[in-house]
Structures are given as C-alpha cells and as structure tokens.
C-alpha cells in the first residue's frame, strides 16, 4: 500500500459512526499495519526488547491490545505471531466493557479496542515506569488512529480507561493496568 502521508495527517479525524463491521482482513490490516512486532531479543532485564512498528519507552512495549467484537469475549492480539486470541471466561466483562463504552459514544456496529498495560515490563528497565507507560498507550493510539485513516476506516478514542473490564476476569490481573479505549469499524 502506497500512502500520501501528508495528505494523510490533513485528512484524518476522528469519526463516530460505526455503521459497518471490521471483516477479519481489515481487522487484520490496521494491527499489522499500526502494532505489530519486527523483532525480539533477549534482554538483560528479563522480558524481551521487541522492535515494533512504534515506538515504546526502552524497547519493553508494555502495551497489549485486546479486542472486543459486537458479541463474544476478549481477544487479545499477538503481535509476535499476528493472531488474535481468545481470552477464557472474558464474555462477560467484554459486554460489560461494550456496554460502560456506549455511554460515551454509539458503539453500534464498532469493535473495542482496549489497551491493557504491562507496566512490570517497563518497570523491570526504569525505576519511574508510571509516566512512560501512559505515553506507550498514547503512542499506540496514535498510531492506531492514522493507520485507521489510511485504511479509510472509522475510529474514536475514549477516555475512559476500560478498568475494570479490561482485566477483571484474569487471575494476574493486580499486575496489569488498564490504560485506555477506542472504537473501529468499517466507514
Ligand atoms: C485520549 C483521548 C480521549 C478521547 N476521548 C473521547 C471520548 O470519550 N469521546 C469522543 O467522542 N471522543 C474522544 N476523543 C476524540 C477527541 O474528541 C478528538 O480527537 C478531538 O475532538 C479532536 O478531533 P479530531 O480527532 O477529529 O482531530 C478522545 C481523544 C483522545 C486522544
């Protein structure tokens, strides 16, 4: 795919109507094209480094993307592999999550997408890890908001965090935080 990036930066915006759903093939081009990973290596710190499409504090990308469709339970994207996968006994708190999102904007036909912090894997490089994990998330938003402008998508960012729908139903969850909320769908 060719893309005119400055006349990307002009044309994007937010935009809220989700009135088509995200095929598989779309879904699957916005993560490949805004989050997915380039590299690992092993690190002195214990998790890997990884080289992603954007940008993370120390190379720790402590950001992980969960989806939640019009039905169904979390899933969690993989960048290592590019696959989505289904998070057990998440039904429930993803429909929860749907439904505590409509309240800020009409989700209809849209896919949620949350961000759930790892902030052990930033912590574990920088003593201080709270500010830079917030500003990994914005970096992902960001990225996942043009990448959805060049896929001529619609998408909307909350601001609410998803807590605590994003992590409620996992056993480690004390361990993880949620960090933010966006919608996608097809325009
Ligand atoms: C962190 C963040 C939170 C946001 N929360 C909401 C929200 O809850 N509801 C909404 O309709 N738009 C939300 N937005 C979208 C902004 O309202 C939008 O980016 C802003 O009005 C500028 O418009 P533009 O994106 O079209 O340039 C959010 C954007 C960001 C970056």
Same mark, same amino acid.
């Given at each position: 795919?060719?893309?005119?990036? &400055?006349?990307?930066? $002009?044309?994007?915006?937010? =935009? ?24 690992? =290596? #092993? +690190?002195?710190?214990? #998790? ?13 990308? #402590? ?6 469709? $019009? ?9 290592? $592999? ?5 998070? %057990?006994?998440? *039904? ?5 999550? =749907? =439904? ?9 036909? *849209? ?7 790892? %902030? ?8 201080? %890890? ?14 996942? +908001?043009?990448?959805? $402008? ?13 807590? %605590? ?18 919608? &996608?769908?097809?325009?």
């Amino acid at each position: 795919m060719a893309l005119d990036l &400055v006349a990307l930066l $002009e044309q994007r915006q937010t =935009r809220r109507q989700f009135e088509k759903p995200l095929d598989d093939t779309t879904l699957g081009e916005i993560l490949w094209l805004a989050c997915r990973n380039r590299s690992a =290596r #092993p +690190s002195v710190f214990g #998790p890997d480094q990884e080289s992603r499409v954007h940008p993370s504090a120390g190379a720790m990308h #402590p950001i992980h993307i969960l989806l939640a469709r $019009e039905t169904g339970p979390w899933l969690r994207y993989d960048p290592l $592999e590019h696959a989505l996968i289904e998070l %057990p006994h998440s *039904g429930a708190s993803a429909a929860a999550g =749907r =439904r505590a999102a409509s309240s800020l904007v009409e989700l209809e036909h *849209g896919t949620l997408i949350g961000l759930v912090a790892e %902030p052990g894997k930033t912590a574990a490089k920088y003593e201080h %890890p709270e500010s830079l994990v917030w500003r990994d998330a914005g970096v992902v938003l960001g990225y996942l +908001s043009l990448m959805a $402008e060049a896929l001529g998508l619609a998408f909307c960012p909350l601001g609410t965090t998803g807590q %605590p729908y994003l992590t409620e139903y996992l056993p480690g969850s004390s361990a993880l935080q949620a960090v933010g909320l966006a919608v &996608v769908s097809a325009a």
